[in-house]
């Protein structure tokens, strides 16, 4: 099993972790999917932990508030359950929302991402198989887009041709919420191609559609070379770097309407050399 880190050894160690920081721990997902991939199945769920913060997490120490935590998790079924586990806490979100982020504030609207805006993300009719084949070839397609980036202008990926004008775009705790383009190119696309312009491909775990929703999980999904500054508040260093990524699409006449991110954010410091964790407990003491 692969769990995000701080968790990365011991899946179980995270279960216990959660349930020993939260008192009433619930969780609360708000869209689930199941499809194939490389002929496994594989169900994917997005949603949020919740509860009384009343114990430390990874060494954080706790608030004494109510919580949430947001999540994305993939798992592998085989003949005997659940064989694989791939998982994202979105633990930076938390300290955002706790006033405990050590680095610059997201250029994103921050807050509780929601559910779907259709309100299927749990409850759904089957799913029609010519839907699900269109909803993932629009999602490639936009993929294959955004590598035709020519490390100067946005417009060169084309992304108007994929998103619904008004779309929304549920990032990282700390990059923030993002509604339609010119918003979503201030608070996240602008200044993340900016600091890693020469992105490419990593190691797709899984990619699958379920009707109107595509899922995808890399791990990692990105390989590049940090080389400019001022993204999440950081200086280039030039390091070369992977990044842990999952996304839950929904499609919507054709379009892109609403896309959930997780980035694996306190890994990717940690190949920088961050450590966010002691840095978040510092400001907490």
């Known amino acids: ?24 721990l619930e969780r609360r997902p708000h869209t689930v999917m199941e499809g194939q991939w490389q002929g496994d199945a594989w169900v994917a769920h997005f949603g ?20 949430w935590l947001r999540y994305g998790a993939f798992e592998r079924l085989g003949p005997g359950g659940i064989t694989e586990t791939l998982l994202i806490l979105d633990l930076p979100a938390l300290l955002v929302a706790h006033g405990r982020w050590p680095f610059a504030p997201p250029l994103g609207q921050s807050g509780l991402d929601p559910a779907p805006a259709s309100g299927d993300g ?20 936009m993929i294959a887009g955004l590598m035709r980036y020519d490390g100067k202008s946005l417009a060169s990926m084309e992304m108007r041709r994929f998103w619904t004008p ?3 775009w549920y990032g990282p705790g700390p ?15 602008g200044p993340f191609l900016a600091a890693i312009p020469d992105r490419r491909g990593g190691n797709h775990r899984c990619r699958m559609g379920d009707g109107p929703y595509v899922a995808s999980v890399g791990w990692p999904s990105i390989r590049a070379t ?7 508040g950081l200086s280039a260093t030039g390091k070369a770097i992977t990044m842990r990524v999952m996304d839950l699409w929904r499609c919507e006449n054709g379009l892109l ?21 002691a840095r978040a407990a510092a400001m907490a003491r």
């Open 1 to 24: 099993m692969n769990i995000s880190a701080p968790f990365d050894a011991d899946p179980d160690a995270a279960s216990a972790a959660l349930h020993g920081a939260f008192t009433g």
């Open 48 to 67: 949020h932990f919740w509860g009384l913060w009343t114990g430390p997490l990874a060494g954080l120490p706790p608030s004494g508030r109510p919580a």
């Open 122 to 141: 749990l409850w759904r009719a089957a799913a029609d198989p010519a839907q699900t084949a269109a909803s993932l070839a629009l999602v490639v397609a």
């Open 166 to 168: 008004d779309f929304s």
């Open 175 to 189: 990059i923030g919420m993002a509604r339609g383009h010119a918003d979503y190119e201030r608070a996240h696309q």
């Open 226 to 232: 940090h080389t400019g500054g001022d993204w999440l």
């Open 257 to 277: 309407a609403e896309n959930w991110v997780f980035i694996d954010i306190i890994e990717l410091f940690g190949q920088l050399g961050i450590d966010v964790l």
